[in-house]
């Protein structure tokens, strides 16, 4: 593999830093790094998807300040932006394939969530804004030849548009309208298109978790959505978070780059791959019934390797590997029997108790708690938070 370009730490000491949805799996990430860099940011996000376990460890140690908000309300974006350097906007309504393909309505939420974040932005003259953008606004037409070996480069999406639901739909706008910034009002602002991020701390209506799922409660029949052929390119989070900040630094003209591996990985041998590591032998059935997206999605990356120096470190193998020792170590396999359909379509479920007995109102991070086995605070679980 090729060795990827660092961020530079003079860069970010002291920066001030707003992370929109840094309590996510990406999020999170992504905050710890700049912290690590020096940065002084502040975390805002309402916990919807996200969860304050997340941030625990950076919060314990007063290295961020945090505060939970919804951003949808014009008050509190304007109070989260103030004194401002750099924001990078990563909060956004979404989940996996089942999330986005079934809550069209809600997804059309993110045009109003990020339209006001963007307009407050300038309002209150952050310099920079960087965009948690997805490989959703590549037109679906060019994706549904399971045998091509295309590549989607960034000049792919135009007229005619064919962004993936109301999800992609909104990225796209979010992407045109930072660029219409950046034209008309001089604003500093860059686009990031991820691809199937994954990694420590994912959650389960995304599919390499929901396979790690299965797996750990041991499916069998082991569910698989779609016929399995499907081709995915899974970038693991370390290589996002780093292509985020290097985007930061070297983008400042609204462009677009895509942040995903070329790696062609079809879901039934990322699901073999998962039943290996967790010494699980099912039989696999195929829910043709179920979302399963695009048939064949991988990025090319490379503007992001000419633009930002950015090449993924990260294989999918070793990926998965990692990822599934931070998992198997953070669910209790019983508890999460009794969830996983919800767990699999919907967003900031955690709860273990059936859904009829559900507390209407329970904290998101007691509701966290309960899925985890408290063997998961040992410090080698800590190490991989
Ligand atoms: N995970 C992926 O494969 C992937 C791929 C492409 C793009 N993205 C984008 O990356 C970002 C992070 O995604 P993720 O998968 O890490 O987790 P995620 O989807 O859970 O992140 C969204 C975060 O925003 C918060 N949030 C939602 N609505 C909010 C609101 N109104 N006010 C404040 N906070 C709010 C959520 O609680 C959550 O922490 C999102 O913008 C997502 O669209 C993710």
Redesign the pocket.
């Known amino acids: 593999m090729e060795p990827t370009t660092l961020p530079d730490r003079t860069a970010w000491e002291g920066r001030p830093v707003l992370v929109?949805?840094?309590?996510?799996?990406?999020?999170s990430h992504l905050t710890a790094a700049l912290v690590d860099l020096g940065a002084d940011v502040t975390v805002?996000?309402?916990?919807?998807?996200?969860?304050r376990e997340n941030i625990k460890h950076l919060l314990k140690a007063g290295r961020i300040s945090f505060y939970e908000?919804?951003?949808?309300d014009a008050r509190e974006t304007r109070r989260a932006m103030e004194g401002v350097d750099t924001l990078f906007?990563?909060?956004?309504?979404?989940?996996?394939r089942g999330y986005v393909d079934l809550h069209q309505t809600a997804c059309a939420e993110n045009l109003y969530?990020d339209g006001l974040v963007f307009r407050t932005a300038r309002d209150t003259k952050v310099r920079q804004v960087v965009f948690?953008?997805?490989?959703?606004v590549y037109p679906l037409y060019r994706q549904r030849d399971p045998s091509s070996d295309l590549l989607l480069t960034e000049d792919l999406v135009g007229p005619p548009y064919e962004a993936d639901g109301m999800?992609g739909n909104a990225?796209l706008m979010g992407e045109l309208t930072l660029r219409s910034l950046h034209e008309e009002h001089g604003m500093d602002t860059a686009s990031c298109?991820?691809?199937?991020?994954?990694g420590p701390r994912g959650?389960e209506n995304?599919a390499v978790i929901a396979m790690m799922a299965r797996a750990l409660v041991r499916q069998d029949p082991f569910v698989i959505w779609g016929d399995g052929t499907q081709v995915r390119n899974w970038t693991h989070v370390s290589d996002i978070v780093n292509g985020t900040i290097m985007a930061a630094e070297r983008i400042h003209d609204g462009t677009a780059v895509n942040l995903g591996t070329q790696e062609r990985i079809q879901v039934v041998e990322a699901a073999r791959l998962i039943c290996d590591l967790a010494g699980h032998d099912p039989t696999f059935v195929f829910r043709t019934d179920m979302p399963v997206g695009p048939v064949n999605r991988i990025a090319s990356f490379e503007r992001a390797s000419h633009l930002l120096g950015w090449r993924p470190q990260v294989s999918f193998a070793e990926g998965v590997r990692d990822t599934f020792a931070w998992y198997r170590n953070h669910r209790d396999p019983q508890r999460l029997a009794g969830v996983l359909d919800r767990l699999l379509t919907e967003?900031?479920v955690h709860s273990v108790a059936p859904v009829d007995a559900a507390p209407a109102a329970r904290p998101r991070s007691e509701e966290l708690e309960a899925v985890m086995p408290t063997a998961e605070r040992s410090p080698a679980a800590a190490a991989l938070r």
């Open positions: 929109t949805g840094g309590a996510s799996l990406i999020g805002v996000d309402d916990l919807s998807s996200g969860s908000a919804d951003l949808r906007h990563l909060a956004a309504i979404h989940g996996g969530l948690a953008s997805s490989g959703c999800y990225k298109r991820y691809f199937t991020v994954y959650i995304h967003r900031g």
